[in-house]
C-alpha cells in the first residue's frame, strides 16, 4: 500500500474539507488511478444540511452526521481494490477508484451517477445524449453500490442508458432482482424474499403468533414489511401493528413518529416479538427512546443493523431486551483487519473521508474509545467549531483499533465480493486486448461477464 | 394555428420515421419553437422492441403499439400551449414544446430527462455535472409529464438534480406528494389517497363486503394497493384475493399471469366486485380473455382506465358485467373538440407522431371506424409491411372523429390545468423580465412561482 503519510497543522485546509462541493473534484469523496475506474457510493454522511435560502437552489449542500460504519465500508472497497491490484489477477492492468459520499440522499447519489456517465478525457465534466451509447466511453467501467436500496434504484434508472454494471453489496430489495427494469444490476447479498422467509420460519418454529413490525418507509422497507407480512400471515402468525416510520433524517415528524411508536409498543403490552426493518441510525434512536421507557421485549434484525457496533454500544443497550438479528456470510478479515491496522492518512485530496474522520479524531483527542462514536456524532453535526493540531496523525494511529470495533465482516465481505466479481469479469475481457488502454472496452461489455456465475468465495482466498 | 399540409407519396420517407433513434432530433415525437420551451413526456407506444443481438447493448430501440388514447394526451399538451399563445396571457412572449415517447420504458424516459437538462444553445447535446445549477441553463424551463407513476417517479429523481418543475397529469401514486422525495414536481390530479378512500366508501355503502383486488406490480399499482387495502380492512370488508399482474408487456409471464387471474376469479365464485388498478393495455387484455370465459361481475374501476375508450370498444364487452369507475373532473371540452377537427399534419419532422397516425390511417383506408383501432394497433406492431399512398391526406382528414371518439375529457382537462399552471408561473415570473431572451430565468425560479395556488380551473375560460 502506497499511503504517504503528511502532517497537517493548516488551520484553513483542515476547515476547507467541511465546505459544501465548489467544483466537480470536491465532490469525490475518495480516489485513486488506475487504469480502468471503478465507481463508489456509500453514504458516508448520514444527511444533507439544507438551505437556509428560499427559494431553494439546486445546489449540493454540506453534509452532516459523519457515519463510521459506512466510512469503514468505503475503506473496505479502496482494500479490495488494493488487494486485486497487488494480486496477479490482472496481469499489469490496475483498478482506479471514485468514490461518492451520498450523504443517504437520492438526489447527491444521482449527481454522483451523473459524473459516472460522463465522457471519459473530456476537458469538462459532461453526459452526451446519444441514441445509442454502445461506442460512448464514460469515466468509470463499472459502479459498485449503493448501499440503501432506495438509492440504488434510483442510480440504476440512470446508469441503465449506458447499461453500466451496478454491484450493489448491500441493497436487499427484493424488486432489485427484476432483469427487465435494472437490467445493468447485480449484488452479492440475498434478496429480502429469503431472509423474509427465514424470519418468517424463525418465527413460527419459536411459537411467536403475535408480533409487531416496524419498517422505514422507503423502498426497503415498505417492500420487506409486504413480503414479510404475506409469509408470516400464511404461517398463521398475527401481526398486531404495522409501524411505518419516515425514510429521511431531515424529516421533521421522524421523532414524533418514533414516539407513538413506542407508545403503541407499550399499549400492546402483550406483544412480546417486534420484527424491525430499519436503517441504523433509526434503531439508535428507537432503542435510545425504549430504554429510557423501559420496554423490555424480543427484537427481530433485519441485515443492515443485526451486526452494528452503533447499537451495541448504546448506553444500557442490554435493558432493551433479546435481539436476535440475520446477517451476512462473513469471510477471513485478517487481510482487512492487517489494512486497518497500518492505515494512515493518504494525501487529503485523494481521500477526503478519511482525511475528516482524521481530523474529528484530533477534536475527539481527550475522549476514550467508548465515548469516541457519539464524540465523533456531535463534531460532525456540523455546530461545534474545534481546532486540529499537529497531534492530528499521532491520534489517529493511536485508535486504529477503534475502526476495526466498528468493522461489520459481513458487509466487508461482500464489498469484497463485489470488487472481485468485477475484477474477474475484467480478467475475462482483458484476455484480448490491451486494457492499460482506457478505451479497450465499453461498460456494458463488463455486464456480459459479470454475469456469469463465478464461484468467488473461494477465490478470495487466492488474492 | 399554423399547421401546413403537406402531401407525402414517397415510400421511403415513410418507412423512415418507423426506424429507431439515430440523431438526438429523431429522438423527439413532436416539437415547435418559443421563447420559452416546454418539456412533454407521454407513452405513445406501449413497448419498445427488445434487440435481437446478444450481449444486449445500450440504445434506444424502435418503439411499437401506437397508443391513440395517448398519443390524443400529447395532441392535448399541443393545444394547451397554442392556447396560451393564442391569449394576450404572456404579452409576446411564446412557449415551444418539446415532446418525448417514452414507449412505457423507464430507461427511455431517463433518455428524454437527460436531453431536457442539456444545456441551451450548445452545439452538442450535454448535461453538465455542476454542484451548483443555480445559473445553469437547460433546454427546456419545466417539464408536462410523466404519465406512468413508475417513469414519473424515475424521471423525477434526475429533474431534482436541477430542481427543474414537472408537472404531471395522471401520476396519482401517493408517494409523489412526498416534498423530501420529490421537491420539484407537481400535478393537477389526486393522489391515490383520495381515490382509494372513495373506493372503499363506494364499497362499504354497496354493502359488498368479499372482494378481489387486481393491480400491477409497479409503483402505481403496489402503492394503490396497499392504501386500498388498509383503507377496506377498515371498514371491515374483506379480501378475498389480491393479484398483481407484471407491468410491462414484455414480460413473458404476463399472459400467464393473467389467465391464473381469471382462473382464481373463476375459483373464488362468491367474490361478485373486483376492485382493478391496472393499465388500459392491460385491462384490455383482461378483459378480452374473461368475456372468453364468460366471467360476469361488478368491476370497479381506478382512473386511468375508468373512461377509456379501447376498453368500451371490446367486442361483447357488455358481458363483463358492470363497470364503476372514478375519474378525474372534466371541463369545457369545445376548444379541444375544434382543435382536432381541424388538425392536419404538420411539417412531418415536427410532429412525428401525428405522421405515424397519419400513416397507420393510410394503411387502414379501407376498415371502417369501429375496426380502427384494432386495425392501427396490428399494423403498429411492426409486423406488417403496408404502403402508404396520396389517399393519406385524404383519409387522415376524414377520420377526425375517431380521434374525438377516443378523447378521455377528464385527462385532457389535467392536461390543461398542468400547462396553464405552467403559463401563471411564467408569467408571474416575467413580469420584471424580459423572458423573450432565454436566458431570462432558471427553472428553479419556476418553481417558486408554480408552489402558489393559482385558482386554474376558473382561468381556463379566459383563454
Given at each position: 500500500?502506497a499511503?504517504?503519510?503528511?502532517p497537517?497543522?493548516?488551520f484553513g485546509?483542515i476547515?476547507a474539507?467541511?465546505?459544501?462541493?465548489?467544483t466537480?473534484d470536491d465532490?469525490?469523496?475518495?480516489?485513486s488511478?488506475g487504469?480502468?475506474?471503478i465507481?463508489?457510493?456509500?453514504?458516508i454522511?448520514?444527511?444533507?444540511?439544507?438551505?437556509?435560502?428560499y427559494p431553494r437552489?439546486p445546489?449540493?449542500q454540506?453534509c452532516?452526521?459523519?457515519?463510521?460504519s459506512?466510512?469503514?465500508?468505503?475503506l473496505a472497497?479502496i482494500?479490495s481494490?488494493?488487494?486485486?491490484n497487488?494480486s496477479p489477477?490482472?496481469?499489469?492492468v490496475?483498478?482506479g477508484?471514485?468514490i461518492y459520499d451520498?450523504c443517504t440522499e437520492?438526489?447527491v447519489?444521482?449527481?454522483?451517477?451523473?459524473?459516472f456517465?460522463?465522457?471519459?478525457?473530456?476537458?469538462?465534466e459532461?453526459?452526451e445524449?446519444?441514441?445509442?451509447?454502445?461506442s460512448?466511453?464514460?469515466r468509470v467501467?463499472?459502479?459498485?453500490?449503493?448501499g440503501?436500496?432506495e438509492?440504488?434504484?434510483?442510480?440504476?434508472?440512470?446508469?441503465n442508458?449506458?447499461l453500466m454494471?451496478q454491484?450493489?453489496?448491500?441493497?436487499?430489495a427484493?424488486i432489485l432482482?427484476?432483469?427487465?427494469?435494472?437490467?445493468s444490476?447485480?449484488r452479492t447479498?440475498p434478496s429480502?424474499?429469503y431472509?423474509t422467509k427465514?424470519?418468517?420460519h424463525l418465527?413460527q418454529k419459536s411459537?411467536?403468533?403475535w408480533i409487531?413490525i416496524?419498517?422505514?418507509?422507503?423502498d426497503?422497507g415498505?417492500?420487506?414489511?409486504?413480503t414479510?407480512?404475506?409469509?408470516t400471515t400464511?404461517?398463521?402468525?398475527?401481526?398486531?401493528?404495522k409501524e411505518?416510520l419516515?425514510?429521511?433524517?431531515?424529516?421533521?415528524?421522524?421523532?414524533?413518529r418514533?414516539n407513538?411508536?413506542?407508545e403503541?409498543i407499550?399499549?400492546e403490552a402483550q406483544?412480546n416479538?417486534?420484527?424491525?426493518?430499519l436503517?441504523q441510525?433509526?434503531?439508535?434512536?428507537?432503542f435510545?427512546k425504549a430504554?429510557?421507557?423501559?420496554i423490555n421485549k424480543i427484537?427481530i434484525a433485519?441485515?443492515?443493523?443485526?451486526?452494528?457496533?452503533?447499537?451495541?454500544t448504546?448506553?444500557?443497550?442490554?435493558?432493551?431486551g433479546?435481539?436476535?438479528g440475520f446477517a451476512?456470510?462473513?469471510?477471513n478479515?485478517s487481510?482487512f483487519h492487517?489494512f486497518l491496522?497500518h492505515l494512515?492518512?493518504?494525501?487529503?485530496?485523494?481521500?477526503k473521508?478519511l482525511?475528516?474522520?482524521?481530523?474529528l479524531?484530533?477534536?475527539?483527542a481527550?475522549?476514550?474509545n467508548s465515548?469516541?462514536?457519539q464524540?465523533?456524532a456531535?463534531?460532525?453535526?456540523?455546530t461545534l467549531a474545534?481546532?486540529a493540531?499537529?497531534?492530528?496523525?499521532?491520534?489517529?494511529?493511536?485508535?486504529?483499533?477503534?475502526?476495526w470495533?466498528?468493522t461489520?465482516?459481513g458487509?466487508?465481505?461482500?464489498?469484497?465480493l463485489?470488487?472481485?466479481a468485477?475484477g474477474?469479469?475484467i480478467?475475462d475481457?482483458c484476455?484480448?486486448?490491451?486494457?492499460q488502454?482506457?478505451?479497450?472496452?465499453q461498460?456494458?461489455?463488463?455486464?456480459t461477464h459479470?454475469s456469469?456465475?463465478?464461484p468467488l468465495?473461494?477465490?478470495?482466498s487466492?488474492?
Open positions: 500500500m499511503l504517504l503519510m503528511i497537517m497543522t493548516c485546509s476547515l474539507t467541511f465546505q459544501p462541493c465548489q466537480p465532490f469525490v469523496a475518495a480516489t488511478p487504469h480502468i475506474m465507481g463508489g457510493l456509500f453514504a454522511h448520514e444527511k444533507m444540511l439544507s438551505s437556509e435560502d437552489r445546489e449540493i454540506k452532516v452526521g459523519f457515519e463510521i459506512i466510512f469503514l465500508q468505503a472497497m482494500h481494490i488494493e488487494m486485486i497487488n489477477l490482472l496481469s499489469g490496475t483498478l477508484y471514485e451520498t437520492v438526489t447519489a444521482m449527481a454522483a451517477a451523473l459524473r456517465l460522463s465522457k471519459l478525457n473530456c476537458s469538462r459532461m453526459v445524449f446519444k441514441c445509442d451509447y454502445s460512448y466511453m464514460p467501467k463499472a459502479v459498485i453500490g449503493a440503501y436500496s438509492i440504488t434504484m434510483a442510480v440504476s434508472r440512470m446508469l442508458l449506458q454494471p454491484v450493489s453489496y448491500e441493497s436487499t427484493e432482482s427484476d432483469k427487465i427494469r435494472f437490467p444490476f447485480l447479498v429480502d424474499f431472509q427465514a424470519m418468517a418465527i411459537g411467536w403468533n409487531g416496524i419498517a422505514t418507509d422507503d426497503y415498505r417492500l420487506a414489511l409486504n414479510f407480512a404475506v409469509q400464511a404461517n398463521n402468525v398475527c401481526i398486531a401493528f411505518v419516515p425514510a429521511f433524517l431531515s424529516d421533521d415528524t421522524l421523532e414524533v418514533i407513538e411508536t413506542l403503541k407499550i399499549a406483544v416479538v417486534i420484527v424491525v426493518f436503517r441510525s433509526h434503531v439508535f434512536n428507537l435510545s430504554i429510557e421507557r423501559n427484537w433485519s441485515d443492515n443493523w443485526s451486526t452494528a457496533t452503533k447499537i451495541t448504546i448506553p444500557n443497550v442490554k435493558k432493551i433479546k435481539v436476535v451476512f456470510r462473513r469471510g478479515m487481510s492487517s491496522q494512515h492518512i493518504f494525501p487529503s485530496e485523494n481521500n473521508a482525511h475528516e474522520y482524521a481530523m479524531l484530533s477534536a475527539c481527550h475522549v476514550k465515548d469516541l462514536s464524540c465523533i456531535n463534531h460532525s453535526q456540523g474545534y481546532k493540531n499537529e497531534d492530528m496523525e499521532k491520534n489517529f494511529s493511536l485508535r486504529n483499533d477503534f475502526l470495533d466498528y461489520e465482516p458487509l466487508v465481505h461482500s464489498i469484497q463485489a470488487v472481485l468485477l474477474y469479469a480478467r475481457l484476455q484480448a486486448r490491451d486494457c488502454n482506457p478505451y479497450a472496452f461498460p456494458w461489455e463488463v455486464l459479470t456469469e456465475k463465478i468465495q473461494s477465490f478470495l487466492l488474492l
